[in-house]
């Protein structure tokens, strides 16, 4: 399973890094993924890594914002969000081998 940790709120501008436990499996063998949804809208794809790490990807939206991350030791996945708008307001989802945490929310406000 997935536990996803550290939403909370945030003034416009600022910065929150949202955390990933896995249990159960080795996220390292898997693509991992991070997902949001916003009030009343449909999810949208944030970002993904590839099982080696080396490859990252991005929404436009968050592109230059945000940076996806993971610890293979720690078995933990990690989304750096900087410069939040309020626009990213929205329940954040870590997903990875067709497992999906509980998701963390994350609120733009000032």
């Known amino acids: 399973q997935l536990q996803a940790s550290g939403g909370g709120l945030v003034q416009p501008g600022e910065s929150l890094s949202l955390s990933c436990a896995v249990s159960?499996?080795?996220?390292?063998?898997?693509?991992i993924y991070w997902i949001r949804q916003a009030p009343g809208k449909g999810p949208e794809w944030v970002s993904t890594?590839?099982?080696?790490?080396?490859?990252?990807y991005y929404g436009d939206s968050v592109k230059g914002r945000f940076t996806i991350s993971k610890d293979n030791a720690k078995n933990t996945l990690y989304l750096i969000m900087n410069n939040l708008k309020p626009e990213d307001t929205a329940i954040y989802y870590c997903?990875?081998?067709?497992?999906w945490g509980q998701g963390t929310l994350v609120t733009v406000s000032s």
């Open positions: 159960g499996f080795t996220s390292a063998n898997y693509w």
């Open positions: 997903t990875a081998g067709g497992h």
């Open positions: 890594m590839n099982p080696t790490g080396g490859s990252t």
